[in-house]
């Protein structure tokens, strides 16, 4: 299924809790707009032409993916033109499956850089730059000292 917006958000989350498992939202201003609400992307895409996904205000949380063992870096998919994943307080953001791409280095933008990015045990943001005309694009990988404490924990 596909939902797509000209003039608004896509998606639009005032309180209470949207559930996303595939599909493709595309909109013009933002894909999905959160203010308040609880907002679960398990799969599927956001593309938008000026932000992805805005999580807005202070007591939101978006989700994307699940909190597992298995990391996907293809899904859920979120794009912009403008900025990937916007923040303007302490929202919340919990990474655990996906990629994160805006152009002109903007992945991921938080107004409050002090409201931790929650990931997988073991696992980080990582930005890359690619591209002539910047493209960020954010991804999970494997916190390489976390992950060498551990297995040298489990030898011994």
Do not use: C, W
Not at 18 to 46: D, E, P
């Amino acid at each position: 299924a596909e939902i797509q917006s000209e003039n608004n958000a896509g998606i639009e989350v005032l309180g209470g809790t949207f559930n996303m498992y595939s599909g493709h939202i595309k909109a013009n201003t933002a894909g999905v707009r959160n203010q308040g609400g609880l907002v679960n992307i398990l799969g599927g895409k956001v593309t938008a032409n000026v932000r992805a996904i805005e999580n807005l205000g202070t007591t939101g949380i978006v989700t994307l993916g699940e909190n597992d063992e298995v990391v996907s870096k293809e899904l859920p998919y979120i794009f912009a033109e403008g900025t990937g994943y916007y923040s303007d307080g302490t929202a919340q953001l919990h990474f655990y499956d996906g990629i994160i791409t805006g152009l002109n280095n903007n992945a991921i933008v938080r107004d409050d850089e002090t409201t931790a990015i929650s990931t997988p045990d073991n696992y980080e943001v990582t930005n890359r730059i690619s591209g002539n005309n910047s493209n960020a694009i954010a991804i999970l990988s494997k916190s390489n000292y976390k992950a060498v404490l551990q297995e040298y924990f489990q030898k011994l």
